[in-house]
Nanobody, 119 residues
């Protein structure tokens, strides 16, 4: 089994930046990709960004392109989400997620960390 633990959430003013961290432990040798999702109050959970574990290719939701960056440390089993120019609409619980295979999707989740952007 794999465990994911996020950290780094909190309160930030609009226009500010924040860095979220996710540490993976357990059976991480079969990781295909890791990513970040978020869920705002009253809304569905949505994809934010992901990074391929072997070649580090990245993908972003249109809403965060050019404002967010994702990176990973293969040896340390960690992934980070760096957010710039935060907006109130970025307020959500952010979840780290792991996909073990290309077809299996993101099937392992962290507990989430709250990010609140004040206007």
């Amino acid at each position: 089994q794999v465990q994911l633990v996020e950290s780094g959430g909190g309160l930030v003013q609009a226009g500010g930046s924040m860095r979220l961290s996710c540490a993976a432990s357990g059976r991480t040798f079969s990781t295909y990709a890791m990513g970040w999702f978020r869920q705002a109050p009253g809304k569905e959970r949505e994809f934010v960004a992901s990074v391929n574990w072997t070649d580090a290719s990245t993908y972003f939701a249109d809403s965060v392109k050019r404002r967010f960056a994702i990176s990973r440390d293969y040896a340390k089993n960690m992934v980070w989400l760096q957010a710039y120019n935060l907006k109130p609409e970025d307020t959500a619980v952010y979840y780290c997620a792991l996909a073990g295979t290309p077809s299996g999707g993101f099937d392992t989740w962290g507990q989430g960390t709250q990010v609140t952007v004040s206007s």
